[in-house]
Structure formats: C-alpha cells, structure tokens
C-alpha cells in the first residue's frame, strides 16, 4: 500500500460517488467505454451494466491480475495489462479515476482523440488550473483543454472517500469533445508558455518567424494561443 501511495493511487471507496461518476457519463447501450485505471475495479463493473462493451487498462499487475479473477463474468468487459496512454483503441465514452500524477498526460491524450465525452476525477487544484478565467493565471494546459472540450465540474470529492486518503479533494469533471488537437499542436502551446514573460514578437522570432507585437502571452485569449501555435506548425 505505501509504494502505491507514494505512486499516487489513492483508491475511491465510496460506492455512491462512483454510481454519480457513471451516470454522470450518460453511458448507452450503444457506446464503447475506455477506462484507463482498473483499480480494485469500482468503477468497472457499473460500467459494463450501462455499455455495450468497456475495455479496462490497468498498469499495475497485481491489480489486473484481481481484476480477471473478480470480473471474469462480465462478458461485455475486456481487461488489459499495460499503459491504457499507449492504446490506440476507438472509444465512445471515457471514464477514469486516474493517480492525480496522470491528470495533465490524461488531458493532452484525451485533445488527440476522437470521441464523445469523458468523466475524469483529477486534484482540485489541477480542476482551478482548467477553470481559471484570470489571464495572468492561464497555463497551457487551461488552453489546450478549453480548445478540446466543453467542460463542467459535476461533483466535488472529499479527501475521505478515498483509501488511503490523499492529502487534497478532489473534482468530477466532465468533458464534451469540442476539437481535435494535434501532438505537434500541443507541444507548440506547451512550448509558447515556456516564454510566457517575453513579448510576442520575442517569441516567434524563437520560432522563425517576425511579428511586431509587444503583447506578452498572458494578454492573449486562449483562441489567440491557438491560432499563432497553428501558424508555428504549419
């Protein structure tokens, strides 16, 4: 339990939470679900009640290996030992109550997918980062997720529900597939962030490029961000 606590899984214990987090995901008959993060597989079986099918990735082996043993009658359920960020599968739906170390990589990957909407449970912290609405606080991350998605924050999570308890709360959100972002696209924002504090015309001179622009980064919106990193990777 204690090097999975300092890997950050902290695993959610409450059973009504995880019923909110399901129907939170508007979940058919019809729709192919991707959760990355097994677990002690909470989440899985509500899944497979709502899905057509649901693959299951989990990282851990001792974790997987509990999970083929205790979910081996679900027959709409395929169980998958590995890094669910390496899989290439198509999905409809994505549920994932990921270590909160996973959060950003899980955002980035979700910006190159195809799919309709997705559940995450991330840090609070991480939550505010996504939501803020002040320029100076935007980060690239906060770009590229309100590119990609319409997002809302279903339900706040208290530290108690989970065991071991993490040292924060916790946020459901979710996410409606908005736009499609491109790896290259992605680094290229992440990138611009790194000369946040330069003038825009400092910037792209870094890229190649002469813009006379003495705006700084923080005084563009998120759209403006992602049009000049287009420009960059085209």
């Known amino acids: 339990m204690k090097k999975r606590q300092r890997l950050g899984q902290h695993f959610l ?36 009640a709502s899905a057509k099918s649901v693959m299951s990735v989990e990282a851990d082996s001792e974790l997987y290996s ?39 990589k899980a955002i980035e990957w979700l910006a190159q997918k195809k799919f309709s909407r997705a559940v995450i449970m991330v840090q609070k912290e991480f939550a505010e980062k996504l939501f803020s609405e002040s320029s100076h606080e935007m980060r690239s991350i906060s770009v590229i997720a309100n590119h ?46 790194s000369y946040r504090r330069k003038t825009l015309g400092n910037i792209l001179k870094k890229f190649g490029q002469t813009v006379q622009s003495t705006k700084r980064l923080e005084e563009l919106s998120g759209d403006e961000i992602i049009k000049i990193a287009k420009q960059i990777t085209q």
Do not use: W
């Open 66 to 104: 509990d999970a083929q043993e205790e979910f081996s009658n679900l027959a709409n359920l395929e169980l998958v030992h590995g890094d669910g960020f390496k899989s290439d599968v198509e999905f409809t739906v994505f549920v994932s109550n990921l270590p909160y170390s996973q959060s950003r």
């Open 148 to 193: 990609a998605f319409d997002m809302e924050r279903m339900i706040d999570v208290g530290k108690s529900n989970f065991n071991p308890p993490p040292k924060v709360d916790s946020v459901v959100l979710y996410l409606e597939h908005k736009n499609t972002l491109s790896k290259d696209l992605i680094k290229t924002v992440n990138h611009l962030f």
């Open 13 to 48: 214990q409450s059973q009504n939470i995880a019923k909110s987090i399901v129907e939170s995901a508007k979940i058919t008959k019809s729709d192919t679900v991707l959760e990355i993060g097994t677990g002690r597989g909470i989440l899985t079986p509500l899944l497979c």
